[in-house]
């Protein structure tokens, strides 16, 4: 167990009750060297503002525990790839407030879903949407990296593909602010194949190609309920899915992303978490 935590940059979503500053003693008690987490109730527009004393309780513990690589969430609500005008201008507030905490913590990186174009909606300009909002929200003085996380292509959502991502990229005006999350669940669901060794390289070869590796600065690393191609966003615990432990060890075993951070999302939570890193500890690293 302590070698893969060792080996690579490995974290996992924890809570922030009792405290956001709470956050890190759940994550050195797996001993992850990063982790992810809710700066806010994901299911509520409006958030209280933070207290001084746990920004810098916060501060001092990721410190004082050498961590780095952290990651936010921002909240499911926040559709960028929205053409309803009323609602854009909640999520561009909402987003706003995500972008002033991660850099009120120190946070390195801020991980969101691009969006959906909705039923009736148009996903070509939903993509434009997406890069236009970012264009109103990013400032280069702003510590924290936006990272677009991959989609599973479930209904209306965009950023399935590497092109659709590249596309919204793209457009983006300052863009050594903006990289890649890369969602192993998602993009086995979205149709690329990353289980086999062949496919994992052209899949990789394919990103490079496309978006370009220097953008992929963080993974979630989560197994998948649903086969490839199913456009289903349903994760599984390490090991007990159908891209199963060969797929996710060509991800582990990449030299390329030793110092990448690769966060836990599994259903299990932090209950799980003890599983996934047996089941990561099995794969030979050699």
């Known amino acids: 167990m302590e070698s893969i935590v060792n080996t690579l940059m490995l974290g996992g979503h924890v809570s922030t009750s009792g405290g956001i500053y709470s956050s890190i003693d759940r994550a050195e008690s797996f001993s992850f060297r990063t982790f992810q987490i809710f700066s806010k109730n994901q299911m509520q527009w409006k958030a209280k503002p933070l207290i001084q004393e746990d920004v810098e309780?916060?501060?001092?513990?990721?410190r004082k525990n050498g961590m780095s690589g952290i990651m936010i969430h921002a909240s499911y609500l926040l559709n960028m790839g929205t053409l309803d005008s009323e609602l854009r201008g909640k999520v561009l507030d909402a987003f706003s407030e995500e972008i002033k905490r991660a850099d009120q913590l120190g946070i390195d990186f801020l991980t969101f879903h691009p969006g959906s174009a909705g039923k009736s909606g148009n996903p070509a300009e939903s993509r434009k949407m997406v890069a236009e909002n970012l264009n109103s929200l990013l400032e280069k003085e702003q510590h924290v990296?936006?990272?677009?996380?991959?989609?599973?292509g479930q209904g209306q959502t965009i950023g399935s593909s590497f092109e659709e991502l590249a596309e919204i990229i793209d457009?983006?005006?300052?863009?050594?602010?903006?990289?890649?999350?890369?969602?192993?669940?998602?993009?086995w669901a979205s149709g690329y194949d990353i289980k086999s060794v062949n496919g994992y390289q052209e899949t990789m070869d394919r990103f490079k190609s496309i978006i370009g590796l220097e953008r992929l600065l963080g993974f979630h690393l989560n197994d998948?309920?649903?086969?490839?191609?199913?456009?289903?966003?349903?994760?599984?615990?390490?090991?007990?899915?159908?891209?199963?432990?060969?797929?996710?060890?060509?991800?582990?075993?990449?030299?390329?992303?030793?110092?990448?951070?690769?966060?836990?999302e599994t259903p299990k939570g932090e209950e799980g978490y003890p599983d996934d890193i047996r089941a990561l500890s099995s794969i030979n690293l050699e």
């Open 57 to 62: 309780r916060f501060r001092e513990g990721v």
């Open 145 to 152: 990296r936006i990272l677009l996380e991959t989609s599973a």
């Open 171 to 187: 457009m983006i005006d300052i863009r050594e602010r903006v990289g890649i999350c890369f969602d192993t669940c998602h993009v």
């Open 224 to 264: 998948s309920k649903k086969g490839q191609g199913s456009r289903v966003d349903r994760h599984e615990q390490i090991g007990q899915g159908t891209l199963g432990i060969d797929g996710i060890s060509n991800f582990v075993k990449d030299r390329r992303f030793r110092k990448t951070p690769m966060i836990l």
